[in-house]
């Protein structure tokens, strides 16, 4: 497997596209200003390569998604933190079935709520959700 | 599908759980009892502790004990031959699937999970569940 930009933005915007259609009922359009400071969640990347996903959008964002997954506003921030969890796991998880296209394995770690990595990110894409913007980063640690 | 059976849903996030509960219930299939876990030890705890669990749908990336180890687990118990092992990931390339399924999965959902696929693995699963 190799890093080729285009084909992995591609396939991690058809994955952020799909699982926030799927569990918020939210369409998503690219966005050109990043988003302001708020909630960032992690997820590990340990096969096929070595890295993490970053999903990082403002706290507002992230209640109306946790709300839209749940189908009721979440009572707990907990819940909040929950469900940015899962929405990055899928997202995960989609991206990179569509990268290696069912020919070879792939393991995610935990997603976990913090701060974003200080590493320079390989890819981000800025995208918006209910007119707020919100960026996922990916990180590679160890190439492809 | 009115049922009177226990089912366990296995995943560390409460959306998920919420997700595979609901799907269940658009699915059809009601008046189980439905036995949450956050993770593949509580799981474990269920099964060991509740007679009525015929079928258990499981996260893989779980903390504690994850999914795979806990279909280890049930698949080498004689006393839980009958539980019936879905396994629900994110994480669902082929070869992981088959692997699963080898391992004693009867299904392999991917996430996000829909009503329609639920409803595909229930028809399926009918007789061993006697719906």
Redesign the interface.
């Known amino acids: 497997m190799k890093f080729d930009k285009e084909i992995w933005t591609a396939c991690l915007t058809e994955a952020v596209t ?2 926030m259609e ?2 918020t009922f939210t369409a998503v359009d690219p966005a050109e200003t990043p988003p302001p400071a708020g909630l960032v969640c992690r997820i590990p990347v340990q096969e096929p390569f070595v890295g993490e996903l970053q999903l990082a959008l403002p706290w507002e964002l992230a209640q109306e998604l ?1 709300t839209a ?2 189908g009721t506003e979440p009572d707990d921030p907990v ?1 909040v933190q ?2 940015l ?2 929405i990055l ?2 997202i ?3 991206f ?2 569509l990268l ?1 296209k ?9 997603p976990e709520n913090g701060q974003a990595s200080a590493q320079p990110a390989d890819l981000t894409l800025t995208l918006c959700a209910n007119g707020t913007p919100f960026s996922l980063q990916l990180v590679l640690t160890a190439a492809p | 599908m009115t049922m009177s059976f226990d089912v366990v849903i296995a995943d560390d996030s409460a959306l998920s759980r919420r997700f595979v509960r609901q799907c269940l219930e658009i699915a059809g299939l009601e008046g189980c009892r439905f036995l949450e876990a956050r993770n593949g030890e509580e799981a474990w705890k269920i099964l060991k502790s509740e007679a009525a669990v015929k079928i258990v749908f499981t996260d893989l990336n779980m903390p504690v004990l994850d999914g795979e180890k806990l279909l280890e687990k049930v698949k080498s118990d004689p006393t839980l031959g009958a539980v019936k092992i879905v396994v629900v990931t994110s994480a669902q390339s082929e070869l992981r699937r088959q692997a699963l399924r080898d391992a004693g999965a009867c299904a392999v959902l991917g996430k996000p999970l829909t009503p329609a696929a639920m409803a595909t693995t229930l028809s399926a699963l009918k007789e061993e569940l006697g719906l």
């Not at chain 1, 069912?102 to 935990?110: C, K, V, Y």
């Open positions: 799909n699982t799927a569990m946790a997954a749940f819940l929950d469900a969890g899962e796991n899928t995960a998880g989609q990179l079935c290696v069912g020919e070879q394995d792939f393991r995610l770690g935990l």
